[in-house]
């Protein structure tokens, strides 16, 4: 858990690195140093490989309590690295828009602002998917086994039970609310979205 705990870490790292791409439509037109996005998305790659480390670990040790249980938490937690592994692979893909039409201008810098915003919003949509429902749900299934197993408090077990459907309620509620996510699925209203200044209106 606290190798989890040292990824999370670096995912808030990654997220300050991101904000060229994150909050700028200039970005993907302009001109400038990519390595702060590279190196972003390098430190998000550990995070990702700690969830799927956290289910590898944990899935023998719990199995013996309820199988099936075990199982899903597994798959869910590799179903979060993933959706973290999308999101990295959607901002990659606008430094690579940057690299190939740098100095477009007209109705070509135009096609790539659009492009790219709709790379940044499916970054942020993933994470509001996986380090959200995702990992409300992962929370739910880990407390039934901490719960089940004593191999925590009891009273620890109850939080997870407790926190994982307020976690996926936050989540639901961005989902359907008027605010957007920012990274980590936290509700920010639409004009301090990670979006920033990208070309398409908030719904």
Not at 52 to 74: D, I, K, Q
Request: one cysteine or more.
């Amino acid at each position: 858990m606290l190798v989890e705990r040292h990824g999370y870490d670096a995912q808030f790292r990654a997220l300050a690195l991101y904000e060229p791409v994150l909050a700028h439509a200039e970005y993907v037109t302009g001109r400038g140093p990519d390595a702060p996005v590279l190196l972003g998305a390098l430190f998000e790659v550990g995070p990702a490989l700690a969830v799927v480390g956290t289910a590898v670990t944990l899935f023998p040790v719990v199995r013996r309590h309820g199988e099936g249980l075990a199982l899903g938490y597994a798959a869910l937690r590799t179903l979060e690295a993933a959706a973290i592994c999308v999101g990295i692979v959607s901002l990659l893909a606008v430094v690579t828009l940057r690299r190939d039409g740098s100095g477009a201008a007209g109705p070509d810098a135009d096609a790539l602002r659009t492009v790219g915003g709709a790379l940044v919003a499916v970054h942020d949509w993933t994470f509001l998917l996986g380090p959200n429902f995702v990992l409300g749900a992962n929370t739910v299934l880990a407390a039934l086994l901490m719960y089940r197993s004593r191999l925590v408090p009891r009273p620890v077990a109850v939080l997870g039970l407790v926190g994982g459907p307020l976690i996926l309620a936050s989540a639901t509620a961005v989902l359907f609310g008027p605010t957007r996510s920012c990274p980590r699925g936290a509700p920010w209203p639409p004009s301090r979205s990670s979006r920033g200044n990208w070309p398409w209106p908030a719904t």
